[in-house]
């Protein structure tokens, strides 16, 4: 008897906590969830997505040589754009990371170089964090990146929607980012298809834009439903 008590009272926690959770996630789903939009591939996708380009003035981002950022207040970044490393910076650990050839990428934990299995370890969570992080605040000026697909969507009031998917490349190949813009073709929110996200279709803000020092325009932060991602101390130099 004591035996089958315990273990009513173990099933009674269990659904306590989790059936709330279940509840809430049923919710969210029927009222987010939509289906990957379909579009039409062409000049006309092409064409607004230079536009947007324009918009935030590309050619300030792409002659913009050093990127420095913190996310979330966890992951620290200096970005050597030109030369294409990063160091990553998170806890007690430090990644020199190459990231045109992941071999040459160095990790440190306590200031003191590591190797071996801590280090490809750490090397491997650095990249992955670089590839999140950096799309939180790149992702526009990613649009004609080796393996995108760019498509034109129809939305409400006779505007237009920019479909990105990515075939390949980054740490999720097959995501799909829906850019909403404003009059002016800037990017205000985009909707989210991901491998990593249950909902599909759940919208972010891209709203949030400080004009940086090489005159590049970054966001400072997102919301995504009731979640806020921050993105301070952010720096640029050519």
């Not at 659904?15 to 049923?26: A, D, E, H, M, N």
């Not at 990063?86 to 007690?92: I, Y």
């Not at 790149?138 to 697909?149: I, M, Q, R, S």
């Not at 009059?183 to 929110?189: D, G, S």
Request: proline content about 3%; charged content about 25%; some cysteine.
């Amino acid at each position: 008897m004591k035996a089958k008590k315990i273990i009513k009272i173990v099933s009674g926690v269990i659904v306590f906590f989790t059936l709330p959770s279940i509840l809430l996630f049923g919710f969210l789903y029927f009222k987010y969830n939509e289906d990957l939009p379909t579009g039409q591939q062409g000049e006309a996708a092409d064409a607004l997505a230079k536009n947007m380009l324009q918009a935030l003035d590309y050619e300030a981002y792409k002659s913009t040589n050093y990127i420095e950022w913190t996310f979330k207040k966890r992951h620290h970044y200096q970005w050597d754009k030109l030369n294409n490393k990063c160091t990553v910076f998170w806890k007690d650990n430090k990644v020199i990371l190459d990231l045109n050839n992941h071999n040459l990428s160095k990790a440190f934990v306590h200031g003191f170089s590591v190797d071996k299995d801590i280090s490809e370890e750490l090397k491997a969570t650095a990249r992955s964090y670089f590839n999140n992080d950096s799309f939180w605040l790149v992702a526009p000026y990613k649009v004609f990146d080796t393996g995108t697909e760019r498509r034109l969507v129809a939305l409400p009031n006779n505007q237009s929607g920019l479909l990105i998917t990515y075939k390949s490349g980054g740490s999720t190949p097959g995501d799909s980012y829906l850019w909403l813009l404003d009059e002016n073709n800037k990017p205000k929110a985009f909707k989210m298809w991901t491998s990593i996200l249950p909902i599909d279709g759940l919208e972010a803000s891209w709203s949030d834009w400080k004009t940086t020092e090489t005159g590049a325009l970054l966001p400072s932060f997102h919301k995504l439903m009731v979640l806020g991602i921050e993105i301070d101390h952010l720096k640029t130099s050519k």
